[in-house]
């Protein structure tokens, strides 16, 4: 009779444990509360005198409860240290000497199909008590399940709110992209952009000045992501305000590189090309920092050469160590292609870039080609090349047509 009312005493213990952890699973209790809970409900209603619970996360399983533990005992398992041998239905656990669970009488460990989620480690207050092993690793189970479906909840919050961030800076960006190019018969403006991921670190920009001048400019900033769309949209800003200011070439140059410098103290750079173009002159001036020198086509004469003249990157140097302006002039029937370094490293199958050479020699084959007209037909020549290859970094073409 006393083991009869013993059991039914047990049976109401287990059911009230069961439904203090289940109600705090409902009310959506933090992972820290329905630890607690766990490790309270097994030591006041399951007979348990210590445990220890380690609960998978990626390749190791983290501690989450040492109650009763006189001996010192490991924060972190490594996968690798935890070997099944489901066919003897034993588990070894390596550790080293420091360590040690001799003092706990058996282990449960807690599955879901074929992945282990969690292992407790306990043992009974007395002897003489026996423990319903099958309701403890189910209880377990119960409570690991929450805490991967709280994390699992988690990362997706996490990942809904980079989403987000991420659709706000692909915004930014196209902000700073002109809404349209100029198509006439003294200008014809073409631009084919190829981001590596939603957000890229390509910027190019085209400005009217007046009747007589037009400033184009294409960037590259170190970097990826939010961040770096975060940057150039400040970059863009400061750029436009200098333009607008009537400050000499030279300065422009300085501030922008002062600005980087106190946006990024160093730790990014940004590869820049301005041009200024004057119709009434036909002149050209232009700065090139570090960037991929654009060609410039010479129409009448039938060559191009590479627009190099200018500094170092931005952002790198408190003080630019040198600036060159460059200047072209007697400029009437010119074509510039400027481009990022996306295009001259699209890779084929045989991991072999597309390439400077490549690029100059279809540019030379091209001399007297409307913009349009040669993105269509480059494009589909570097589609042939790269054979569908995914882009290592983002491609810009930039094509300016002077007449």
């Not at 983290?62 to 001996?71: C, D």
């Not at 900033?221 to 769309?229: C, E, F, L, Q, R």
Request: hydrophobic share 40%; aromatic share 10%.
């Amino acid at each position: 009779m006393i083991d009869e009312t013993y059991k039914y005493e047990r049976k109401g213990l287990e059911l009230k444990a069961l439904l203090e952890i289940t109600q705090a699973i409902n009310e959506n209790q933090s992972e820290t509360v329905l630890v607690n809970i766990f490790k309270f409900t097994c030591l006041v209603h399951l007979d348990i005198k210590s445990l220890i619970l380690y609960v998978s996360k990626d390749d190791i399983f983290e501690r989450k409860i040492s109650h009763g533990v006189k001996g010192k005992v490991p924060l972190t398992l490594n996968a690798d240290q935890v070997i099944d041998e489901k066919e003897s239905g034993q588990l070894q656990i390596q550790l080293n000497d420091e360590y040690t669970f001799d003092e706990l009488e058996t282990y449960l460990p807690v599955y879901h199909k074929d992945k282990m989620l969690a292992i407790l480690f306990l043992k009974r207050k007395s002897s003489d008590t026996e423990l319903d092993l099958d309701f403890t690793q189910a209880l377990t189970n119960i409570l690991v399940v929450a805490l991967e479906n709280k994390r699992f909840a988690r990362k997706q919050l996490q990942q809904e709110v980079l989403n987000r961030e991420v659709a706000i800076a692909s915004q930014v960006q196209q902000m700073l992209f002109p809404a349209t190019l100029p198509e006439t018969d003294e200008l014809k403006a073409k631009v084919t952009y190829y981001p590596h991921s939603m957000v890229g670190g390509d910027y190019y920009d085209l400005i009217r000045k007046s009747d007589d001048v037009v400033y184009f400019c294409i960037a590259d900033v170190s970097g990826k992501g939010i961040a770096a769309a975060l940057l150039m949209s400040n970059f863009q800003a400061a750029l436009r305000t200098l333009l607008r200011s009537d400050a000499d070439f030279g300065v422009i140059i300085h501030q922008l590189n002062y600005t980087l410098i106190e946006n990024t103290k160093g730790e990014r750079f940004i590869t820049f090309f301005l041009g200024e173009y004057n119709f009434r002159t036909k002149s050209l001036r232009f700065v090139n920092a570090g960037h991929n020198p654009p060609v410039l086509c010479w129409e009448k004469s039938k060559k191009t050469e590479l627009l190099e003249a200018g500094t170092t990157v931005l952002g790198a140097f408190e003080e630019l160590p040198f600036l060159e302006i460059g200047e072209r002039r007697s400029l009437d029937n010119f074509t510039i292609h400027l481009y990022t370094d996306g295009l001259t490293e699209a890779m084929n199958p045989q991991e072999e870039e597309y390439g400077e050479d490549r690029f100059i020699g279809y540019v030379n084959s091209h001399m007297e080609t409307n913009p349009a007209d040669f993105h269509e037909s480059f494009f589909g020549k570097m589609k042939a090349f790269t054979q569908e290859v995914p882009l290592r970094d983002d491609l810009t073409l930039l094509s300016l047509r002077f007449r």
